[in-house]
Nanobody, 124 residues
Framework: QVQLVESGGGLVQAGGSLRLSCAASGRTFSSYVMGWFRQAPGKEREFVAA????????YYADSMKGRFTISRDNAKNTVYLQMNSLKPEDTALYYC?????????????????WGQGTQVTVSS
C-alpha cells in the first residue's frame, strides 16, 4: 500500500516555473514506477511524465518534453516535477501516481495508487 500527497502547486505567470513534490508513505516506494498526470476542467486526465523505480529512465508526453523534468529521491520517498516555461494551457490539477512494473506507464488505468492532486494555475 502506498499513500501519496502532492504539494507545490499554485498560481504563476506564463513563462514562470513551479516544482511539484509528491511524498509517498510505505516501505516499497523505491520499487514503484512513479507518474504525474494532469486534468484540466472538462478534459480527460492525461499523462505528463513517469520515472523508473531506479530514477535512471524517464518518460514524457510530447508536449512536456524540454519544459518538464521528473525526478525522484528514493531515500526521501519523494518524486518531483520541475515545470519551466509554463503556459496557460498547463493549468490543471496535477496528480501523482504509483504503479508496479513499467508496462503502460502512460496509461492512467495501469496505476494502482493516486494522490489527491495539487492545483497549478498559469495566468497569461
Amino acid at each position: 500500500q502506498v499513500q501519496l500527497v502532492e504539494s507545490g502547486g499554485g498560481l504563476v505567470q506564463a513563462g514562470g516555473s513551479l516544482r511539484l513534490s509528491c511524498a509517498a508513505s510505505g516501505r516499497t516506494f523505491s520499487s514503484y514506477v512513479m507518474g504525474w498526470f494532469r486534468q484540466a476542467p472538462g478534459k480527460e486526465r492525461e499523462f505528463v511524465a513517469a520515472i523508473h523505480w531506479s530514477g535512471l529512465t524517464t518518460y514524457y508526453a510530447d508536449s512536456m518534453k524540454g519544459r518538464f523534468t521528473i525526478s525522484r529521491d528514493n531515500a526521501k520517498n519523494t518524486v518531483y516535477l520541475q515545470m519551466n516555461s509554463l503556459k496557460p494551457e498547463d493549468t490543471a490539477l496535477y496528480y501523482c501516481a504509483a504503479k508496479e512494473g513499467l508496462f503502460g506507464y502512460e496509461l492512467r488505468a495501469k496505476y494502482h495508487f493516486w494522490g489527491q492532486g495539487t492545483q497549478v494555475t498559469v495566468s497569461s
